[in-house]
């Protein structure tokens, strides 16, 4: 992936940058324009080489010109059921009834809980809150998602000498540039930590790396470099000056890392997770796919214990940190429920100016199969201390929308951070108003490129891509899918609409995990056992205000067909009335 990475990208300089399968080295090839140089510029908005391209139509200038084609309703909408979704971790400073309650509010659509940090009781109170919190779709609960983000198999180092409950202190060591410590995986000096030596957990660390590889401590703060190997220990040499605390974690970039793709631990919060009716699991340090295939088997096993067959399971969320993840990329993506572009860990384990090059190929390939992917870490890390984000940040939020992301999340800045209403409200309009131009930059492209990169569709498929085309065309307010299994609302979100869909679902934990998907917001009903119940939906739709009288909207809904006794997808389109009647045309 690394390598298709970087021709994709290559004419963002005038370098072209090789990536190495296990190694950080660089080689540098002159790049001369050819075609992937002229896609790029058109895709950045050159007309050829070195020529400017001006705004080719009024869509454009439009766009340009706040927006002009959203009138104040469809504003409203935009706020109250945006496209792009809020993933927020839910920790200290947040789990209390009342901001919780503004978090939600203010947009939060998934909570994370980082089970790295987060007791039980705590994840219990969150969930509690959670799910007793005031919104928009009906039912017993608050129809917001539940997401279990594992600690995973992580490197740690050990405890510093002399501290071995720490008992709330935080000793630091001071380890100085030039100087040498000694690597161990001796579990004898896990507790004996000093400037001399230290105990790493991966005990299969000696054979895994060579001389010259590199170790990065504390999420890349301090550097080492292996200059001798020996029997159980490493010696390295410190190549920056840092202060390095206890059981910090330990990156080996460019080197395969033999590890399970479950702890002990992870299993034990897993199972707590699915007896607690989690709606998705985040697998942290995923390196391929049977990593996923283990965790999902793993998953069901627990799963059929506590639920019966019908239930759905938890999804399972792939979190890419690291180079072997990029290079199995593929196998991983189809494995997995969705993907989570973890920036933080993989800004260590790859160059971090390839990065955001990663992020651009890993939401592309999402998009191209109909994937919920979500972009995290750092999103806007300085509003840990600060009330506004820095301009940077509020293009990274706006690019990874523009990009195609389901969802962005945040993790300290609601978490432990001193603003964390302010943060989700900073990031909900960020991305409403990216989710704006979407669709006016797009002018259908997205549509053309889905149809071309796929030979042939379901029908499903192809009924979901007709009513999102339909949508734009019709300028609809909003496309009604009535859903059992939530397939239909997860092909229509694949080809991105620019307006909301309503998932009617008569299951609450399908509605939470549709939730993720771009656009889709679901509205819980009960099943009566009547499939021409298209009237009730549009007035949901009213009463929840997804549209207004006088609009059009698209109703996409299963019929069965007692001739062939089999069902039928139907796709109709409404002028709604004020009881929701005035069917205009079926398909």
């Given at each position: 992936?690394?390598?298709?990475?970087?021709?994709?990208?290559?004419?963002?300089?005038?370098?072209?940058?090789?990536?190495?399968?296990?190694?950080?080295?660089?080689?540098?090839?002159?790049?001369?324009?050819?075609?992937?140089?002229?896609?790029?510029?058109?895709?950045?908005?050159?007309?050829?080489?070195?020529?400017?391209?001006?705004?080719?139509?009024?869509?454009?200038?439009?766009?340009?010109?706040?927006?002009?084609?959203?009138?104040?309703?469809?504003?409203?909408?935009?706020?109250?059921?945006?496209?792009?979704?809020?993933?927020?971790?839910?920790?200290?400073?947040?789990?209390?009834?009342?901001?919780?309650?503004?978090?939600?509010?203010?947009?939060?659509?998934?909570?994370?809980?980082?089970?790295?940090?987060?007791?039980?009781?705590?994840?219990?109170?969150?969930?509690?809150?959670?799910?007793?919190?005031?919104?928009?779709?009906?039912?017993?609960?608050?129809m917001r998602a539940v997401m279990l983000d594992t600690q995973g198999p992580e490197i740690?180092?050990?405890?510093?000498?002399?501290?071995?409950?720490?008992?709330?202190?935080?000793?630091?060591?001071?380890?100085?540039?030039?100087?040498?410590?000694?690597?161990?995986?001796?579990?004898?000096?896990?507790?004996?930590?000093?400037?001399?030596?230290?105990?790493?957990?991966?005990?299969?660390?000696?054979?895994?790396?060579?001389?010259?590889?590199?170790?990065?401590?504390?999420?890349?703060?301090?550097?080492?470099?292996?200059?001798?190997?020996?029997?159980?220990?490493?010696?390295?040499?410190?190549?920056?000056?840092?202060?390095?605390?206890?059981?910090?974690?330990?990156?080996?970039?460019?080197?395969?890392?033999?590890?399970?793709?479950?702890?002990?631990?992870?299993?034990?919060?897993?199972?707590?997770?699915?007896?607690?009716?989690?709606?998705?699991?985040?697998?942290?340090?995923?390196?391929?796919?049977?990593?996923?295939?283990?965790?999902?088997?793993?998953?069901?096993?627990?799963?059929?214990?506590?639920?019966?067959?019908?239930?759905?399971?938890?999804?399972?969320?792939?979190?890419?940190?690291?180079?072997?993840?990029?290079?199995?990329?593929?196998?991983?993506?189809?494995?997995?429920?969705?993907?989570?572009?973890?920036?933080?860990?993989?800004?260590?384990?790859?160059?971090?100016?390839?990065?955001?090059?990663?992020?651009?190929?890993?939401?592309?390939?999402?998009?191209?199969?109909?994937?919920?992917?979500?972009?995290?870490?750092?999103?806007?890390?300085?509003?840990?201390?600060?009330?506004?984000?820095?301009?940077?940040?509020?293009?990274?939020?706006?690019?990874?929308?523009?990009?195609?992301?389901?969802?962005?999340?945040?993790?300290?800045?609601?978490?432990?951070?001193?603003?964390?209403?302010?943060?989700?409200?900073?990031?909900?309009?960020?991305?409403?108003?990216?989710?704006?131009?979407?669709?006016?930059?797009?002018?259908?492209?997205?549509?053309?490129?889905?149809?071309?990169?796929?030979?042939?569709?379901?029908?499903?498929?192809?009924?979901?891509?007709?009513?999102?085309?339909?949508?734009?065309?019709?300028?609809?307010?909003?496309?009604?899918?009535?859903?059992?299994?939530?397939?239909?609302?997860?092909?229509?979100?694949?080809?991105?609409?620019?307006?909301?869909?309503?998932?009617?679902?008569?299951?609450?934990?399908?509605?939470?995990?549709?939730?993720?998907?771009?656009?889709?917001?679901?509205?819980?009903?009960?099943?009566?056992?009547?499939?021409?119940?298209?009237?009730?939906?549009?007035?949901?739709?009213?009463?929840?205000?997804?549209?207004?009288?006088?609009?059009?909207?698209?109703?996409?809904?299963?019929?069965?067909?007692?001739?062939?006794?089999?069902?039928?997808?139907?796709?109709?389109?409404?002028?709604?009335?004020?009881?929701?009647?005035?069917?205009d045309h079926a398909m």
């Amino acid at each position: 992936m690394l390598h298709s990475l970087a021709r994709r990208f290559r004419a963002c300089n005038p370098t072209f940058i090789s990536l190495k399968t296990h190694t950080l080295n660089r080689t540098y090839q002159p790049h001369t324009p050819g075609p992937s140089h002229h896609a790029y510029q058109r895709l950045v908005g050159l007309g050829g080489v070195g020529k400017p391209r001006l705004f080719s139509s009024s869509t454009e200038l439009m766009c340009m010109s706040r927006y002009g084609k959203l009138n104040e309703h469809k504003e409203e909408v935009f706020g109250r059921y945006p496209l792009t979704k809020m993933v927020c971790t839910i920790g200290p400073v947040s789990e209390d009834k009342k901001t919780l309650q503004s978090l939600v509010t203010a947009g939060l659509r998934v909570m994370r809980i980082n089970f790295s940090h987060a007791t039980y009781e705590e994840a219990d109170l969150r969930m509690k809150n959670l799910r007793h919190s005031k919104g928009f779709h009906g039912g017993t609960f608050n129809m917001r998602a539940v997401m279990l983000d594992t600690q995973g198999p992580e490197i740690r180092t050990g405890m510093f000498e002399g501290d071995e409950k720490s008992k709330g202190k935080k000793p630091k060591i001071e380890l100085r540039k030039d100087e040498t410590i000694i690597l161990t995986t001796d579990d004898a000096h896990r507790y004996l930590g000093s400037v001399h030596k230290l105990w790493v957990s991966y005990k299969k660390l000696i054979p895994t790396v060579q001389l010259g590889s590199q170790i990065l401590l504390d999420d890349g703060l301090i550097s080492l470099e292996v200059i001798e190997i020996g029997d159980d220990q490493l010696t390295c040499k410190i190549l920056n000056t840092g202060l390095l605390g206890e059981r910090k974690g330990v990156n080996l970039p460019g080197c395969n890392v033999d590890l399970p793709a479950l702890t002990e631990k992870d299993k034990e919060d897993i199972v707590y997770g699915i007896k607690n009716d989690i709606d998705f699991i985040a697998a942290s340090f995923v390196r391929k796919g049977q990593d996923v295939k283990d965790i999902q088997q793993f998953v069901k096993e627990i799963h059929d214990q506590y639920w019966p067959p019908e239930h759905p399971v938890p999804g399972i969320i792939s979190k890419v940190e690291n180079q072997e993840a990029l290079l199995n990329f593929n196998d991983i993506m189809n494995e997995s429920y969705g993907i989570m572009v973890a920036r933080g860990d993989l800004g260590v384990e790859i160059p971090y100016e390839n990065v955001t090059l990663a992020q651009k190929e890993m939401i592309y390939r999402c998009n191209k199969i109909g994937k919920p992917v979500i972009v995290a870490t750092q999103m806007l890390e300085s509003m840990q201390q600060n009330p506004r984000p820095t301009r940077a940040e509020v293009s990274d939020v706006t690019n990874a929308v523009l990009d195609g992301a389901d969802a962005v999340m945040l993790s300290g800045e609601s978490a432990n951070g001193s603003y964390p209403l302010a943060s989700v409200n900073a990031l909900g309009s960020i991305a409403m108003e990216a989710d704006k131009n979407v669709a006016f930059l797009n002018e259908g492209k997205f549509f053309k490129k889905a149809v071309s990169q796929k030979e042939s569709m379901g029908t499903i498929e192809a009924l979901a891509y007709s009513a999102v085309r339909a949508s734009q065309e019709l300028n609809a307010a909003c496309i009604i899918v009535m859903t059992s299994t939530g397939r239909t609302a997860k092909l229509l979100s694949k080809f991105r609409p620019s307006v909301p869909i309503m998932a009617y679902v008569d299951n609450a934990k399908i509605g939470r995990q549709l939730i993720l998907h771009r656009g889709v917001h679901p509205l819980l009903f009960k099943k009566t056992g009547d499939d021409t119940n298209a009237d009730e939906a549009v007035r949901r739709a009213l009463e929840f205000q997804f549209c207004e009288i006088g609009d059009t909207v698209l109703i996409l809904q299963s019929m069965f067909n007692a001739e062939t006794s089999v069902y039928d997808v139907a796709m109709r389109i409404r002028k709604v009335g004020e009881d929701g009647s005035n069917i205009d045309h079926a398909m």
